[in-house]
């Protein structure tokens, strides 16, 4: 049954202001204008009649200006009217006296010569400050002003704008905020039945204010803490139905029937382990303990497992996979693009020696293999490596989206280990899981970008989280630099003669751009993504177009001049598979000194005789992206170096990133930061497809605590109602929001 929240807007405020709620903010309903938060309050002083003004007050006056002068400061001529805009840029003083009829009362706004043009003689305005005197002059100190229209003349109009406290809109120049407040003044007055989608038990449990409380105090506010209150209920609100959400997710992946595969003793996993060649972290083995107990269960394991860069998640997921070939099954592990998937079947293998080489001469008595599946294959490899994973052959599986193909057939599927979850989305995942028969894999996520706890909870609520923290021993520190190649050229020359020094001691060298520079618009690769580089205001090129991002032929052309004598080649995404194969074999031989290349070496590559990286352009990365590309230095006994280079101004945004990344070498750090600095929306995955965040007031780096009491109210729920039949309302706004486009971060987990 529909309620008012339910109805157009027309109904309530006319065809045409509802026409530019439409147009301008896509607001068709009460519930969308309710929900349509202000962004801020205006903080007034009381209303007070002119002849009652007392010094030191905050006090707002309604009243008409009587006179306008504009004065520029510096020549202390004054300036006409019409003359105003050539001073826009100059120290300017602008009075303005206002009357009530009876009393007079001056303003002086500094530095806003373009008021003389809007507070004209005769203009009706409301004006607030500290009342204060200058020569025996009643003035107001740091004046604030808003314009009124005749019709907002009545004693009720001016009394409601002059409250202490002001919301203020999101708005536009077609739909000022003085607009958008009235409207929502009409709809709360003619506002009947408004059913809470908070069970009336869960307000009074957590103290909070009900719906329709809620909606008059944060829109029409008498005090400070009207609004805080307001507020509170609705990020809590929102907190609600998105882990309402999440805990129906874990519900149902709960219900799932998965084959268990317990550990077993005497098999592949302990003859890996008893030939490692150091010591497992004690966070490796915790998490391997984690993901043991859920694969022994018999429904599917669901676990995010996150960590630094360099943080051994490579060896806890052949652990588990290694787990559950010994119990019978396959293991498969997706990643994103061929070069990754090719450089972790190398690892893999590597790492397993003789204990991969099932059937082979010199393969040991218990062992497997390892299969490479990637759409790059020729056809006699790829169908030796489809027949190894139909028949069973092949207990780990390699590959990226070639996998997902109908054709692509496993004997025993048993688990599945995803790289870099942001890469592929549910349908991917779901592809997967049908190639098992009745029963569901287990699923083990991996990201190499350390995400808070919170946004770890909020993004990926469905999962499990395990989180390593501890770099194994042997890793070599890395110094991070910035170098501000505009204003110390010298520095750039520097950074390729140490480039030269460190291969001179049998070191190698990453240098890495951020397109590949064939003449194709915005050439990232398909493993790369980088920021648009627009360039901030007063910036490098700030006068005309940005430049293009610095690439990889670019940088070549310049270091076979620089650095011509040493062993220098390029890699990028775009390189038929077996010329980047064989780049990547040589650089990881020793074979090539400097590798010049894309995105492409962000997470993977494993050269432990890399010792320097030179990012070009960094200010066109973000953040964790550069965290990630340095952790391609310092893997061995060497220290790492890390040169960001970039032309951006030191007080530009884009500067106090890369300094950030400087300073400090913790990438959940960093991670917080990013976020801090980025849009929600961002955050939940939302912005990448221009559409608005779901989250209008929550935010999962301030709002810890509530969203944690939502997840345990959530699941409290989901436990004994998982389909929220007691609860309509809610179960309302849950169906809402997993309709809604702006939930697709959802659908990333």
């Known amino acids: 049954m529909k309620t008012d929240v339910d109805r157009k807007l027309r109904d309530f405020i006319g065809a045409k202001t509802a026409k530019s709620f439409s147009e301008v903010l896509g607001i068709e309903t009460v519930g969308e204008l309710l929900r349509h938060y202000p962004r801020r309050y205006l903080k ?15 006090a707002t006056v309604s009243g008409r200006v009587k006179k306008v002068t504009v004065r520029s400061l510096d020549s202390k001529q004054e300036i006409r009217p019409d003359e105003v805009q050539k001073f826009r840029r100059h120290k300017t003083i602008t009075k303005v006296v206002v009357t009530d009829g009876r ?182 083995a915790e998490v391997g303990d984690e993901i043991f107990a859920d694969l022994a269960r018999p429904h599917p394991m669901h676990r995010l497992l996150q960590g630094e860069v360099g943080s051994g998640k490579t060896v806890v997921a052949l652990r588990a996979m290694l787990s559950v070939v010994d119990a019978g099954g396959q293991a498969v592990l997706l990643a994103p693009t061929e070069v990754l998937a090719t450089q972790h079947h190398k690892t893999l293998t590597k790492m397993l020696g ?80 049908q190639k098992s028969g009745d029963a569901t894999p287990h699923v083990l996520v991996m990201t190499a970008t350390p995400i808070p706890r919170t946004v770890a909870m909020t993004v990926f609520g469905d999962l499990a ?45 990453y240098v890495v751009c951020p397109r590949i520079g064939d003449d194709v618009k915005n050439a990232g690769d398909e493993e790369g993504e980088f920021a648009a580089g627009a360039e901030e205001e007063g910036g490098p090129g700030a006068k005309g177009k940005p430049r293009p991002a610095i690439s990889v ?13 040493l062993r220098v080649e390029i890699l990028h995404g775009r390189l038929p598979a077996d010329e980047k194969d064989s780049v990547m074999s040589r650089f990881a031989a ?42 391609r230095v310092g893997r061995g006994k060497v220290p790492g170096l890390c040169l960001l280079v970039t032309d951006t101004w030191p007080t530009s945004p884009s ?64 436990s004994v109602d998982p389909e929220l039949t007691e609860y309509p309302v809610l179960r309302s706004f849950v169906r809402s929001a997993l309709e809604s486009e702006a939930t697709d971060y959802l659908e990333k987990t």
């Open 44 to 58: 007034k002083g009381e209303l007070t009649p002119f002849d009652e003004l007392e010094i030191g007050d905050q």
């Open 103 to 284: 009393n007079d009362l001056e303003l002086a706004f500094f530095n806003q010569p373009w008021l003389a043009n809007k507070l004209t003689a005769g203009t009706a305005a409301l004006f607030w400050g500290e009342v204060t005197r200058f020569r025996d002059i009643m003035q107001l100190k740091g004046p604030g002003t808003e314009i009124l229209d005749e019709e907002d003349l009545s004693e009720e109009e001016i009394e409601r704008r002059a409250k202490p406290f002001r919301p203020l809109y999101p708005a536009s120049a077609k739909l000022p905020t003085a607009t958008i407040e009235r409207s929502i003044k009409i709809v709360l007055d003619n506002l009947e039945d408004v059913d809470d989608p908070i069970p009336e038990l869960i307000l009074r449990k957590e103290k909070l204010l009900g719906l329709r409380e809620a909606l008059q105090k944060v829109h029409l506010p008498e005090t400070e803490k009207d609004w805080e209150l307001a507020q509170k209920r609705f990020r809590f609100e929102e907190a609600l139905v998105m882990q309402t959400i999440l805990a129906q997710r874990r519900a149902v992946t709960d219900a799932l029937k998965a084959i268990p595969r317990e550990r077993t003793a005497g098999g592949l996993l302990d003859e890996f382990d008893a030939r490692l060649p150091f010591q497992l972290t004690a966070g490796q």
């Open 354 to 433: 003789e204990l991969a080489e099932q059937g082979m001469l010199g393969g040991a008595e218990q062992a497997t293999r390892v299969g490479l599946l990637t759409g790059s294959l020729n056809a006699a490899a790829r169908r030796t490596a489809m027949l190894d994973a139909a028949s069973g052959a092949a207990g780990i599986v390699v590959g990226t989206h070639a996998l997902l193909e109908d054709k692509v057939q496993f004997a025993d599927l048993g688990l599945v280990v995803i790289d870099e979850q942001h890469r592929f989305g549910v349908e991917q995942r779901a592809a997967l899981s």
């Open 465 to 509: 989280v395990s989180t390593l923290t501890e770099l194994p021993a042997g890793r070599s520190p890395i110094m991070s630099s910035v170098v501000p190649a505009k204003e110390r050229p010298a520095w750039l020359e520097r950074a390729w003669e140490r480039i030269r020094e460190e291969v001179g001691k049998g070191h190698q060298a």
């Open 553 to 565: 032929l670019q940088v070549a052309e310049v270091l076979e001049q620089v650095l011509g004598d």
């Open 590 to 631: 020793g074979e090539i000194d400097v590798l010049i290349a894309t995105t492409v070496i962000e997470v993977g590559v494993d050269v432990p005789n890399a010792s320097t990286m030179v990012i070009m352009d960094a200010d066109r990365f973000g953040i964790s992206q550069l965290h990630q590309l340095r952790g």
């Open 655 to 718: 500067r106090g990133r890369l300094d950030a990344v400087a300073a400090t070498s913790d990438g959940f750090e960093l991670s917080r930061i990013d976020l801090e600095n980025r849009r929600e929306g961002d955050v939940l995955g939302v912005a990448q497809s221009g559409r608005r965040s779901s989250l209008k007031l929550l935010s999962v780096l301030r709002d810890e605590e509530i969203i944690l009491t939502a997840r345990h109210v959530a699941n409290s729920l989901i």
